[in-house]
């Protein structure tokens, strides 16, 4: 008797704005490149244009102004996430700080992409610190989520030049350029069961990860200094 195939992994989505990291991922899973499944999209936004990328049946949306805090406004936010049994939950330009104990109960499945090569430039404006500081490189990371701020382990970045010239909206629409092939790769990983979490030790295929992967232009990930796709 053949064995039943698996489920596709099913992941949640949090987004505040226009939502493209999110049409990556969807266009990754229709292109059969994800193995995994949208089962829902949630939104601290009403309006955001995010949500009109997936059906209705999928979005959930809520102002938190509507909340007396914002612990009640995460719990609800957490109460409906977990409804829809997701094995990762994915923050894809998710603008809200997100409260501990949101963190801690997802804990080992929250991942959240960010626009710079941390552990440098950790919140808001991160291209135009960049561009201040003289950089030369910048980029986009994907990592674990813990409760301080874009302080968890990196899985994976993507890296960018920094071009004379250049101003924020510029170095921005660069970075956002591999931020989609970045998260989709790291996803890839996370579906395949090769990604985990375990305490404060980030494994891939059971192997400590001490420095993040590389994203090449190929759109695979590679440990530095190896020519090798993981």
């Known amino acids: ?10 992941i ?5 704005g226009r939502g493209s990291n999110l049409q990556a991922i969807l266009d990754a899973i ?7 499944r949208i089962v829902g999209v949630f939104s601290d936004k009403p309006a955001a244009p995010a949500l009109s990328r997936v059906a209705p049946t999928l979005r959930w949306s809520a102002s938190p102004k509507e909340y007396a805090s914002r612990d009640a406004f995460d719990a609800a936010l957490g109460d409906a996430i977990e409804a829809t049994r997701p094995d990762w939950i994915v923050c894809a330009g998710y603008l809200r700080i997100l409260c501990d104990a949101f963190v801690e109960r997802f804990r080992g499945r929250l991942l959240n992409i960010h626009p710079s090569l941390l552990p440098k430039y ?16 910048h980029g986009a990371s994907v990592h674990f989520v813990i409760p ?3 302080a968890g382990t990196v899985v994976a970045q993507a890296r960018v030049p920094v071009r004379t010239g250049d101003d924020a909206d510029a170095l921005a629409a660069r970075v956002l350029a591999v931020e989609h092939p970045l998260l989709v790769a790291v996803l890839r990983l996370a579906v395949s069961g090769r990604l985990a979490e375990q305490g404060t030790t980030t494994t891939v295929d059971g192997h400590p990860l001490f420095t993040p992967l590389l994203l090449d232009s190929a759109g695979a990930l590679r440990a530095p200094g190896t020519d090798r796709p993981v």
């Open 1 to 10: 008797m053949s064995a039943t195939p698996a489920s596709p992994d099913r």
């Open 12 to 16: 949640a989505v949090l987004v505040s």
């Open 30 to 36: 229709d292109a059969g490149a994800l193995p995994a």
């Open 122 to 137: 950790p919140g808001l404006r991160t291209h135009a610190r960049a561009i201040a500081d003289g950089e030369t490189e």
């Open 148 to 150: 301080e701020l874009d």
